[in-house]
Every structure is written in C-alpha cells, then in structure tokens.
C-alpha cells in the first residue's frame, strides 16, 4: 500500500470518536491521503464509560491508541493536535500548532454535556463524556462511601449515602443500575460502620417514562428490574436547582429538596464548539442542540467538501425524525462518508444516507437488559447477553476485547469490581 | 470471626503498602481490633509501576481496593483519612478528620523520590512512587513521540526523541529496558513522519555499574541486553544540573550537556514525612535518608508499642549492612510485627526480625531478566521467566493476576502495549 504521500487528495478528519475512526478505517486502502486529527491520542469505547465510572473496568480496557488502530493502513495519518478554526473558503484547517489543507473534510467532535442553561451546576453534577469524566465520578462514587463511613451524624452520613443520577436514557439507566449494584452487591463486606446496602439511587427523568428512546413496555421493565436493585425511578420530574449539596426536584405539584454530595449528570448534550465553528464559516444551519442540519449526503449546503458525522450532525431521518446520538449512527455515517468519497473520484455518486436501525440495547445490570430490535423486544437474560456480545463485538482492538470479557465473567461470578480506585484526590 | 470492637487491644497501622498490607492480613485472626489507616483506598503494586509508565498495564490492574482485600478479616477497618501527627505518650494517631487511639502502633509510608538537595528538578525529572507519579510519566513519554512526529526542525526533533532515565536500579533498569522496546518494537509501524527506533535512551549511573546491588557479572550482562535494545548507559555519571530541557552531566573529566525533553527520575529515595514526625516525637533516631533507625524487633527505642516497617524503616543486618527497599522486606517485617504482637498479646517473647534473602530479580525486556538467588546467578530467558512468575505470584488479587498474565502474553506475542493513553493533558 502507498504511504499516502503520492496521492493528491487529501482527506482530513477532525475527531477519531466512532464517526472519524470508521471513516478513516473505510478510507484505509482508498487512493487518497488521510490525516485523522484528534486532540486526544485514543478511540473511547464511550458506551462503556459508565462502566468505568462505576468501577467495573479500567479507562485503558475501553481505549485504544488511534495510532495503534489505524498503524494497518500506510495512508492514514494520526496527528495529536486540537483544531482551532476551519478556512472553508481556502480549504484549510488551523491547528494549534500549524495548519493543514484538505480537499476532503470530515468533521466529527461530537457532543459535551448540556445543562439547560445552568453550566454552574457542573460542578456539582458532573458529567459522563471523557475520561477524566468517568474517573471524576468514579472518585466521588468511592469516596462518598469511604466518607459515610467516617461520618457519625446521621443526617449527613445520609447526603453521603445519597446518589442521584439526572437523566434516564441509557447513560442515566445504566449508571443508576451499576451503582445499585454497587451498594447492594460489591461493598456489601466491605465497611464497618454503614451498610452499604441503605445507599439511596434515585434516577430522576423529565420525560413521563425512563429509557424514552424504546418501546413503552421495555421502559416498564426496565424499571421494575431498576426497583429490585434498589433504585427509586422519579418520572416528570424536573431539576430546578442545584446549591451545593442540595439538589432541587419539581414534579407535579411535589417539590423536593434532596441532600446528596453525588450527582451524576446524563440529562443533556450539545454540540462540541466546532459546531459554532462552522456556522460561523460556511453559515451552516445548527439545530436547537447546536448540532450541524446537514444535507442527504451528510454534507453542508454550499459546501459538497464538508461532512459532518456521528452526534455532531443533525440529520433528518424519515417522518423528519433526528437520528440519536448512538455510536451505530456515528459508524454507519463514517463508513458511508468513505463511499461517498471514494465513488466521487471514480466520477461517480451515491444516493443519499440512511440508517439502517439495529436496534437498541441498554443494560439494567448482571444479567438484565432490555433489547429492542426492530420489531423484536425483549427483557432479562437473554437481553443482557446480546448485549454482552454487541459490546464485544464493537470494542474496538482484539486484547481490549478479551480483557473486558475477561473482567465481566469474572466480576459476574464473584459481583465484585476490580477497578476501584480513587485517584487524583 | 469477631468484629474487633469486642477485643480490648487495638492496633493502628499507618500505610496500605507492601508492609501495612501484610501486617493487617497477618492480625486478620488474631485477637486484636486492626485499623489500618491510608490516604489511598488502593494497595498499590509498586514493583510494576515501571510497566503502567510505559504503557504495558493499566493502574487498575496493578492496584487493589484495600476494602476488598482485607473484607474477609472482620476484626480489620480500613479508615481513608490522611495522619497528620502521633501523639505517643498518650498513644494516639492525630487525622486530619478525628483521632484514633492505639495500643500498639506500626508505621508504614514507605518512602518518596529524593533530589539530593534539587527539589527544583522535580518538575523536569518525573519521580516513580504513586500512580500519579506513573500516568505522568506515560503521559510525557507518549507525547514526546508525537511533539516529534509534528516537529519538523531536526534538532527540536531530536530533543523530542532523547529519554533520560536516571538512576540504574532495577526500577531504572526495567524503565529504560521498556523504553527501548517501546521505541523498537511497539511504535515501529505507528508513526509516518519519525521512525521510533531513531530515539535515544540514555541511562544515568553515579555508580561504577548498573544494578549495583547485584553481582558484578550480572551488572555486565545487564548492560549488554540493555545496549541489545538500544539504550545507551553511562556510569560513574553525575547529574550536575537540570534546566528547563537541559541536563548536565559529569563523567570523570567529561562533561555533557544533553537537550531531552523527557526525564525519569528514580535515582533517589527518601523517608517519607512520617519520619518526622516519629523523630519529633519519640526522639526516634534517623539516618541519612530520613528513615527511622529501628531496634532489633522493628520498634523504636524507648517506644516498645510502635514499630516502623517496610521503606521507612532503617534495619541493620548481618556486618551493619542496612536492608534494601524491596517489597519482600516490607512483607517479611509486617508478618514479623503481627507474630510478635500476638506472641506479646499471649505473655511471650520473639527473637528479633531477620531477613530472609530469597534473591534478586530485574527484568529488562521481552525474554531477559537478571536474577540472583543466593548463589543462583542466571541471565536471559530462564531469569525472565521466574520474574513473571515471582511477579504474578505476589500481585495481590485473583483478578488482577489473571488480567496482568493476560496482558503480558499478549504483549509478548504481539509486542503491542494496550494501555497507551495520554490523559490528563
């Protein structure tokens, strides 16, 4: 395979999340020089961040170097840099550190938390998006329990003990799950002076469902199997302020004042500030979560030479339907942006995106999940195991692979979590 | 099993290291309420931090919740907090949240980088001692590939690619070995602009050869599989002076002043503040690395009721040689201290610690090791092999045994390193 250099289109791709890497990936033997640029030097598996904020693996388990991944394909090129600004009209990227021209440009940043207007909250409710994210939580998760041990008040070992996790999508569903296993099942000998067993997860959503994104009755499920690990489910209920450690819920015509020194934050994403970045240089449209309107091809108006992909773009899907921000989406967009621009050098095109569902698939814990695969559903064991095998299948290096797997049979049979660590504290 | 609170003695244990560790475990029977006390939830596997600095493991997976570890012992608590002071008339541990009473104190912090007086180098010269310490290390060792990779000014460049390990211990040792094998194997193919194999690792020794506390003949051999993987050693060398990316070197009448942008410090140790405050209150003597000159049964003259073990402590051997700072002391010392309080607890007496030398083991890279086991002397694949074995033996929980094995056969077969993320950056 030629190194890229001999060639003269230059495909550049901004973020190696699922879009970029399996946009660069498709564009691996194509005849074109590829540069994938990211300002973090590895892929995160991040439908498995929640995992890592709760313990269950370490971040390297769910990473792979963008380097080592794409090392296969001679054309493709990594660069550890941040993107600072697009020149749409000169065909330019500015970096950090230089610039680089593209003929081909494929933008995927992706999301970062929303907080509705109330960015002072994320603070105290932290987020699920990166690494350090998932490190962060992990450190308040442990330490809340390390601190309820020491403390000898009631009432504030209580604000100790009390988890509220914002947000009932698969994120939110998925870490409140964990974290009732957490406190019934792993640290069940491990203290002294509490019983970790009397934590208190409560998962508080706007919609008038959880899992909104699925079928009424998996939601049903899901938070009947939510109630047997000990986690409270508030629907219709609304976050209207966060002081310290309180946290303030209007639901109806109920109003609650919680005390809780951890808040887990999966209730909102915007677009990633490159979103601006191009509206300011090529008048993209942006929806209300700033995310890029793009065109059929996934391309924006005026502009057939800028893709945008993944949780970045705001693509009408059939009935005007937005796709999800769902790493599928990401993949399929990727790959689909690689025959787009492998068909336009051979003088061809191709018709527009679309979306081929898969399904969905969100786990609630050991051995319960709901699934919804078109018009198949279903809940329980053989839900958690295909999700089992989905994750598998998608992570992304083979040793990650084999030691996730590793880690689940071992934390399934013994419930314990091997990744317990509190650091930067 | 009891759990503690009825047994009228109480042992305190400052320090989750190799020494509290095994102290804490050796009293899970005995009739005795144990506290051990850590600002760190996690016992950490110091011997391997070298492999987390080169990307080879991940922490997690060379750590262990203290918690879990020490459940099965219900007379055991485990007590996050942070000692700020000893008050040892009236037998009590100052926290930074509360105090703890003790009938008999053990004093385990182990020890922390020294500079010889250059603290300022600290920033340059990355130290080896927490996982901090290691994800910094790894954090400056990945990115300086990739400054080179974007560098395009040769001698910029070749700043970028010089590593200089100083200090030739075994930790030294095992680091640059890594180094070498990262530079010539791991990153051969991920890198378009650079070729990783141009980098130089330099090796700093004050001494006249490396591993000085081991066999002159297997220093030599050291050396030898050392310059196979392509690290440079110099020894009788002395670091004069860091700046910014300049280190000074002096070597008999030669004097070198080398750019690098890249600097690991494990030339140094030093008692860590505990010892301080053990000699501002019990008049406890120190020696010239701080650490605490013990008597014959690890506890401090006059204070029969407090023992130091492990790093900290100052222990003459046979002809007043002082006893390394090896985890195998630290183990042999805590399960000494734990028989001697027992045989105490029962009316009885113990002859004082003596160590039991069960040998010596260095790796340096993929198939070679240097061992020396009493008069046991072996160089090459043999002595590697023993190392794994030795290492995995004592790695402390199942599961993390099993995920370091995994890794290693991997790596060894596929010469990849999984655990290769730049964070916190």
């Known amino acids: 395979m030629k190194s890229g250099e001999s060639y003269p289109h230059h495909v550049v791709i901004i973020g190696g999340g699922f879009g970029g890497l399996y946009a660069a990936k498709s564009l691996g033997c194509a ?3 590829v540069t994938l640029v990211d300002k973090r030097n590895f892929h995160l598996f991040q439908p498995l961040l929640y995992q890592v904020a709760t313990g269950n693996v370490a971040a390297e388990e769910i990473a792979a170097s963008l380097r080592a991944t794409l090392s296969p394909y001679k054309n493709v090129h990594v660069l550890l840099d941040e993107v600072l600004d697009i020149d749409a009209d000169e ?8 610039e680089l021209s593209y003929d081909t440009l494929i933008v995927a940043t992706g999301v970062t938390p929303h907080y509705f207007g109330h960015d002072e909250w994320s603070q ?7 690494v350090e994210d998932a490190q962060e939580m992990r450190r308040r998760i442990l ?4 601190a309820a041990e020491r403390e000898t008040d009631p009432e504030r070992r209580r604000a100790w003990m009390t988890f509220v996790v914002i947000g009932a999508g698969s994120a939110g569903v ?3 799950g964990a974290l009732g296993e957490l406190a019934h099942e792993t640290l069940q000998n491990d203290f002294r002076s509490i019983d970790p067993a009397e934590a208190e997860v409560l998962l508080v959503e706007a919609a008038d469902r959880i899992l909104p994104a699925y079928p009424p009755q998996l939601s049903a499920k899901a938070e009947a199997a939510l109630a047997r690990l000990g986690v409270t489910v508030w629907t219709r209920a609304r976050v209207t302020d966060i002081t ?18 951890t808040m887990l934050w999966t209730a909102g994403i915007r677009a990633s500030p490159m979103a601006n970045v191009l509206a300011r240089r090529t008048d993209a449209n942006l929806d209300r979560l700033q995310r890029v309107i793009v065109e059929p091809d996934l391309s924006i108006t005026r502009y057939p030479d800028i893709f945008v992909i993944g949780d970045l773009a705001s693509f009408s899907h059939q009935r005007d339907e937005l796709l999800p921000a769902l790493a599928p989406v990401a993949i399929q967009q990727g790959q689909y942006v690689a025959r787009l621009i492998r068909a336009r050098l051979a003088g061809r095109s191709l018709p527009g995106f679309s979306y081929f569902d898969k399904g969905n698939v969100a786990v609630i814990g050991r051995n319960t999940a709901v699934v919804q695969l078109g018009r198949f559903k279903s809940e329980g064991f053989i839900a958690w195991l295909l999700w089992v095998v989905i994750h598998i299948y998608y992570l992304v290096g ?17 419930r314990r979590r091997g990744a317990r660590l509190i650091t930067q504290c």
């Open 143 to 146: 330490f809340a329990f390390e």
């Open 31 to 33: 005849p074109v020089k």
């Open 124 to 130: 105290a409710a932290v987020g699920l998006k990166t």
């Open 244 to 261: 310290g450690d309180t946290i303030s819920v209007s639901r109806g015509d109920r109003f609650d004042r919680i005390e809780a020194h």
């Open 398 to 414: 083979f040793d990650q692979k084999m030691l996730v797997m590793f880690r689940w049979v071992w934390n399934y049979f013994t």
């Open 91 to 98: 065909r330019k990227v500015i970096l950090s550190d230089g």
């Open 174 to 176: 998925e870490l409140s």
